[in-house]
Structures are given as structure tokens and as C-alpha cells.
């Protein structure tokens, strides 16, 4: 599994996630690599839920999906358009929404909100990180404070 997103050049970064289901792959894997803890209950066997990659607590049947919790929870975006959205902006921060507009083929609106997110994702990560070095892989994780408080 890739773990370092922003050395990867766009190309391979394409070809590797490249539909819906590599990416949720992907999301799963990494969200849950410490093991399944249920939000709900605690409870930590789960069986598979009704989206791909999703896990469904064998205890209370809560289930959550691959994108819950991370920043593509209620994306809008086709997951591979959104994780490579994702992976431009964080090797080129002050890129414009114009150009990720024309770039991704998205409108401009979908695209300045998405990069909003992303960019807060990142600056919610500097203040975590000392070497102030941000990896697609870690923001993936994280959330912007807002949604978390909601
Ligand atoms: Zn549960």
C-alpha cells in the first residue's frame, strides 16, 4: 500500500486510484489499521456493511462507512476526482480553483469548496506537526475542527 502520497507523481498517483473502489480501499485501510473499534459501542467485531469497505458492529449493527470520519465523508465528488484534488493540493498549496477547475474537469464552486477543506485539513495537521511537513496520507484522517464539532 502507498503511504507516501506527495512523492508519487500524478501519473502513478491516477493509475493507482483510479475508481471508487480503490479509493474506499484505500480509506478503510488506512482508518482502520490500528484495528475496528465501533463508535458506538466499543465493540470491536464487525461484519461487512451495505457500502464497499464499510463495517457493520456485530454487537449494536452500527455501521460506518470507509468515508465517515475522514475528509471525504459527504464528498460530493467522484472519490477518485476528489483524492486527486486532494493530492495536487497538497503539493501545490496556492494552486487557484480556476486551474483545479480546468485541471479536473469540475466546476469551479465544487472545486474551491473541496480545496477549502483540504486546506484545512493541512493546517489543522501543521499545528499537530513540528516538522511542519504535511503527507496526504495523514490529512486524509483529519478533519476540519468544525465538522468534528458537529
Ligand atoms: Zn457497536
Known amino acids: ?16 486510484f483510479n475508481d471508487e473502489e480503490k479509493c474506499l480501499a484505500f480509506l478503510a485501510e488506512e482508518k482502520w489499521q490500528d484495528g475496528y473499534v465501533c463508535k458506538h ?5 464487525y ?4 457500502t464497499p469497505y464499510a463495517r457493520r458492529c456485530t454487537k449494536c449493527k452500527h455501521e460506518e462507512s470507509a468515508t465517515a470520519h475522514t475528509m471525504f465523508h459527504r464528498c460530493k465528488i467522484h472519490l477518485p476526482d476528489a ?3 486532494a493530492h495536487i493540493v497538497c503539493n501545490s498549496p496556492s494552486i487557484s480553483t480556476a486551474e483545479l477547475s480546468e ?5 469551479q464552486m465544487t472545486c474551491w469548496k473541496f480545496k477549502k477543506k483540504v486546506t484545512q485539513c493541512i493546517e489543522n495537521r ?13 490529512i ?11
Open 41 to 45: 459501542c466499543g465493540h470491536t467485531r
Open 1 to 16: 500500500m502507498l503511504t507516501i502520497f506527495d512523492k508519487i507523481n500524478i501519473k502513478k498517483f491516477e493509475t493507482f
Open 103 to 107: 485541471t479536473l474537469d469540475l466546476r
Open 83 to 85: 483524492f486527486r484534488l
Open 126 to 138: 501543521k499545528d499537530m506537526s513540528a516538522a511542519g511537513k504535511v503527507e496526504l496520507k495523514e
Open 47 to 50: 461484519c461487512s456493511g451495505k
Open 140 to 150: 486524509i484522517l483529519g478533519l476540519p475542527v468544525s465538522e468534528k464539532e458537529l
